[in-house]
């Protein structure tokens, strides 16, 4: 004779399997937003890099231009004071970087600012070893995202280590910018670039979110800007390094 259980026993197993058929979809839905997500990030930085870039092609192309980055004091104050205060904008507004269009306006405005800072700084250069830094920036930023992304090892967990450390290696930077010892600005360009090129791996980490910490997948602005900065830090002081300055 057939029991209660011989009825029912199809129909918890169903019931089990649609648990792990949910859980799959759960999985691939937060695997398709990450995705999404990661695309968007670099999507903004692309369109970072190609303003800054255009600004540089600009300041070569045009003498006027080149001059002006390179002798109007006044742009060079305002472009730094904007950007600096719209990076600590979300110390005063957390979410502002959330808030669209607003964080587009914001992150377009910061953009413009900073490249000009930053041609006024590459337009020194020939355009020759300024070509060789940008192309070892991008095989030091794919060799480092690569390593981001396969290796074990969680840099997610040395957040607040490397903020203290970029913490003070601005206000040593700011204390030598007074007193002149070309042993540091060595020690500083050398440091900078490892310390940077660690900040690379972190927010790589953050962004692909396969690690400890990861950026929440409405902080694309925030996540853009970290990577951007980090990338250009790079470029700067590889730049510094190879680059020679035009007579």
Known sequence: MESYNDYNEP?????????????????EIKSSI???FISKVFGIVAYQMIILFTFVFFGYTFPTLRLWLLTSRLMLIISFIISIILL???IASPNIFRKVPLNYIILTI?????????AAFVVIYTKQTVLLALFLTIVLTISLSIYAIKTNNDITILGGTLFSS????IITGIIFMFISIPLFNILSIYGGLVLFSIYLIYDIQLIVGNKSHQFGEDDYILAALNLYLDIISLFIRILSIVGEKER
Not at 11 to 27: A, P, R
Not at 166 to 169: A, V, Y
């Open 11 to 27: 129909l918890f197993n169903n019931e089990n399997e649609d648990k792990e058929n949910f859980g799959d979809i759960d999985n």
């Open 34 to 36: 990450r995705e999404g």
């Open 88 to 90: 600590l904008l979300p």
């Open 110 to 118: 910061f953009t413009l600012s900073y490249s000009w800072w930053i």
């Open 166 to 169: 970029l913490i003070l290696f």
